[in-house]
């Protein structure tokens, strides 16, 4: 090997590929974030784990292992009080999930504590995905404030509500990071990129667990899907999954190295196989990666009917099978399906599963349970549960919305809105819908507590305003009847805004689209507005990013809202009068059309890349190379220059970086404009050759920052190796930096073209 290229091998293991933070802001590293302390030393209650352990017969220890749906249901199948119920009496449960209420939970803990044998309380999850009652934006909305704050925030409520109603346990984070805008569970996810989803991970674990989640305050938080669940084939969700080493390291492991340093309680397998193995039965990523490599030793769970899922996978060939290969890979509890709990006796007789391996699945729990305080008391205070969102909740919801929301288009300045307005249409099949909140909502929550419609905070944005509605068409409909109506109020009116896109109900778990495109007659309604020649805007609200189609070059603005959540059309609102400047940038590129997936900038070389002169290069012969809206690109209401960007030195050696050493990359950021606003510094790597093709490019670092007009700041990144290297094809971890050239982006977004070079030595 030529000796430019020589390879210097770092650490596998003590490499956390996700770091590299600007060190302006206050989250700290992904790399060095601390663990969450436990509510007490484990070493306080470790003699009682394994005291109750050596009291259990093999029956009550499978039961431990067993989780049960409670009658609140979102997935296919339903739960039966009875029967869980039952089980908590004979201990043959050790976990209950979709159960909340103070009254509701107390209720079952006292059946498993006073009349079961051994009397050991019940570990008791819910989705709350991002919130309980306070519901805010949906996590791939979160991820486009390119704050993880919000998604701290959202946290820190969601555990407060979730915790006061009897719940230890939330199935979240979801950190799948995806290339598949056609994948419904995008909007449960941070979208394209590793290192961004890292932080928001690392960010949402902190916040649900806090200092400690034996706190009445905090839950324990759950790292799913392990892993790779986000490259489902053609995007349709549960879908196979073939990837290589070096991918599955580089790509889909990050976030969940991150959420363990943040110190999650849990992990969930996933549902997809992985190169023709099932997450559920996979030994390579739940035991050799997880457990032995990271030394993970909390809880692992399966997905919903995970583990009787490896029939139908054609893995296994009965649920004795499937039991024996779950355990053995490293699923520590079963959800819903019964195989361990069934068979699990049968097994051991005959030496397929060894007792020892279920006894440490049960520690893990017991541990678990200890952590959470469960044993010192179970319960909650019914007179203290929390049944509504507070003004705090609604004003931090509020907040975490406007600032998720991304200016795609602001052509002549049509926003904001002045509010002096004499005359407002509101029109779309989403302009009065209390239908916002998203996928993955607590059903009592959307029906108690539905989003603040836009036509209705438009009303109060602008009081002395004369405001009409027309819904013009159906979400999914193809009837144009009501179009008219749209357009007379157009007509009339000094400026519309025109709300559409796609309901929650089209994202989200089984909600794979074909085609990502607006739904129904969505786009003749923006044509018949366009065609009354008078000013109007666009509002998008989805789970996904969608393809604008013709219609983008009629609209004079256009403004990304996602799905919002409870404070949406305050939100928007707030967004469109001016009130909140957009600071948001995409955490995912939107196609041209659905033909151009997948489309992700963070791509790798090819042998022939695009030359719009030479025909035969990768592209399109009918579109352009690139994406509609590519990812990190967002405007303002405002300008802001970037200044020639800084490299504290231009070399450095490899060994110096496997030792910890760092450089620093600084640039100047200026509001160049007349009003304050927000602008997100984003650094991006290049490693010009290497032995294993890498992305073109690969975010490193981002920092948001507040500027007054005129005002300036520098903002600063460090990187060290984790940022310079990259993981091979080796399937026991071998992460390298190789000598060589690098190039550094400095920028708005993921195209920035101030560039650094760096020498590795």
């Known amino acids: ?71 609140y249901d979102l997935n296919p199948g339903s739960g039966t009080t009875k029967a869980v119920e039952d089980a908590a009496r004979t201990g043959r449960v050790g976990s209950v999930f ?14 498993a504590v006073d009349e079961s044998r051994l009397g050991i309380p019940l570990l008791l999850g819910l989705d709350v995905i991002h919130g309980m009652w306070t519901n805010f934006p949906i996590p791939l909305a979160q991820a486009a404030s390119f704050d993880p704050d919000v998604a701290r925030s959202d946290a820190e409520v969601s555990a407060k509500e979730a915790r006061s109603n009897g719940v230890h346990w939330t199935f979240s984070p979801m950190m799948d990071v995806t290339h598949e805008p056609r994948w419904g569970r995008i909007a449960e996810g941070n979208g394209e990129d590793p290192y961004l989803t890292a932080r928001f991970a690392a960010a949402k674990v902190k916040g649900y667990q806090g200092s400690g989640y034996g706190s009445k305050e905090t839950v324990a938080a759950c790292a799913k899907h392990f892993v790779a669940y986000g490259g489902a084939e053609g995007g349709r969700d549960y879908n196979t999954v073939d990837v290589s080493e070096s991918r599955l390291r580089n790509l889909y492991l990050p976030p969940f190295k991150a959420a363990l340093d943040a110190g999650v309680a849990t992990v969930m397998a996933s549902f997809n196989t992985l190169s023709g193995v099932p997450a559920h039965g996979n030994p390579h990523t739940l035991t050799d990666i997880l457990k032995k490599e990271w030394g993970f030793d909390g809880l692992v769970v399966s997905d919903y009917n995970g583990v009787e899922e490896l029939i139908p996978h054609g893995f296994a060939e009965d649920g004795a099978d499937a039991a024996r290969l779950a355990l053995n890979a490293g699923v520590d509890m079963e959800m819903t399906s019964t195989n361990l709990l069934t068979n699990g006796k049968k097994l051991v007789r005959a030496g397929k599963i060894e007792e020892r391996r279920i006894d440490d699945a049960v520690a893990c729990l017991l541990r678990l349970k200890y952590e959470l305080g469960l044993f010192d008391d179970p ?168 393809t604008v189609g013709d219609w983008l070059d009629s609209a004079p603005a256009v403004l990304e809202a996602w799905h919002p959540g409870i404070e949406a059309g305050n939100a928007i609102a707030d967004v469109l009068f001016g009130a909140v400047n957009p600071g948001g940038k995409l955490p995912v590129s939107f196609p041209r059309t659905t033909g151009q997936i997948p489309i992700h900038y963070n791509h790798e070389s090819t042998g022939r890349p695009y030359d719009k002169d030479n025909k035969y290069t990768s592209k399109y012969l009918d579109l352009p190379p690139t994406p509609q809206f590519p990812f990190g690109y967002g405007l303002s209401y405002t300008k802001f220059a970037f200044g020639t960007p800084k490299l504290s030195r231009s070399s450095i050696s490899a060994a110096a970086l496997g030792k910890g050493d760092t450089l620093e990359v600084s640039v100047e950021v200026r509001n160049t404009g007349s009003r304050s606003g927000d ?39 460090q ?43």
């Open 379 to 546: 319960y909650v205070e019914e007179s203290k549960a929390i049944d509504e969102p507070s003004a705090d909740a609604r004003k931090a919801a509020r907040a975490a919305a406007s600032r998720s929301m991304v200016l795609l288009k602001n052509e002549r300045d049509a926003l904001p809105l002045k509010k002096s307005v004499k005359s407002l249409a509101v029109v779309g099949p989403f302009a009065d819908s209390s239908d916002l909140l998203g996928t993955w909502v607590v059903p009592a929550s959307a029906e108690k507590f539905p989003s603040v419609k836009v036509l209705d905070a438009v009303k109060k944005a602008a009081p002395s305003a004369e405001v009409t509605y027309a819904r013009g068409v159906d979400p999914e409909g193809k009837d144009t009847g009501g179009i008219a109506d749209a357009v007379a109020a157009a007509k009339a009116a000094d400026v519309t805004v025109v709300v559409v896109g796609e309901p929650p109900s089209m994202s989200g778990e089984a909600a794979a689209r074909s085609d990502i495109s607006l739904p129904g007659a969505q786009e003749k309604l923006i044509a018949a507005v366009a065609e009354t020649g008078k000013p109007f805007v666009v509002v998008l609200v989805g789970g996904r990013p969608l």
């Open 679 to 717: 602008e997100v510094a984003q650094l991006y790597v290049r490693d010009v050759a290497a032995s294993l093709t890498q992305p073109v490019r690969r975010l490193r670092g981002f920092k948001r920052v507040t500027l007054d007009a005129g005002a300036a700041t520098t903002v600063r990144f």
């Open 98 to 111: 979709s159960i909340f209420g103070a009254k509701t939970t107390n209720a079952l803990q006292r059946i």
């Open 719 to 761: 990187l060290g190796a984790e940022d310079l290297g990259f993981w091979t094809n080796d399937p026991s971890g071998e992460f390298r930096v190789e000598e060589g050239a690098f190039e550094l982006y400095v920028g708005d977004s993921s195209t920035a073209d101030a560039k650094l070079k760096l020498t590795v030595s």
């Open 1 to 71: 090997m030529p000796e430019l290229r020589r390879r210097t091998l770092l650490s596998a293991i003590g490499v956390t590929a996700a770091a590299g933070t600007a060190t302006t802001t206050s989250q700290s590293a992904v790399a060095h974030a601390a663990t969450a302390a436990p509510a007490a030393p484990r070493e306080s209650y470790e003699g009682k784990v394994r005291s109750l352990l050596a009291r259990m017969t093999l029956e009550e220890k499978l039961g431990q292992l067993q989780q049960l749906p409670w009658s």
